[in-house]
């Protein structure tokens, strides 16, 4: 059972900068993708960003120049750096990994930008 350990999200400022961090551990298989997903109050969850194990990426267009995912494949590591961050942002967000066949979700960790 792989586990995934989120951290890095708060409170930031319109315009600001945040990076979020998980780790994953006990994965017996390469870990093929990677991403983050959120979901704010009231909305379904959507996808933020996605990273392959090749290291091409998939970005929501709302994210876009403003957002970049990465990845340490050696620390099975996804990170997500947000900048210029926005009050429409707010929302928590859950790391994702798509590996052995198998979907697992972090258990999400707050982003709050305040206008």
């Known amino acids: 059972q792989v586990q995934l350990v989120e951290s890095g999200g708060g409170l930031v400022q319109a315009g600001g900068s945040l990076r979020l961090s998980c780790a994953a551990s006990?994965?017996?298989?390469?870990?093929?993708?990677m991403g983050w997903y959120r979901q704010a109050p009231g909305k379904q969850r959507e996808l933020v960003a996605l990273i392959l194990s090749g290291s091409s990426t998939n970005y929501a267009d709302t994210v876009k120049g403003r957002f970049a995912i990465s990845r340490d494949n050696a620390k099975d590591t996804v990170y997500l750096q947000m900048n210029s961050l926005k009050p429409e942002d707010t929302a928590v967000y859950y790391c994702?990994?798509?590996?052995?066949?198998?979907?697992?979700w972090g258990q999400g960790t707050q982003v709050t930008v305040s206008s």
């Open positions: 006990r994965s017996r298989f390469s870990i093929n993708t």
């Open positions: 994702y990994v798509f590996v052995g066949g198998s979907h697992y």
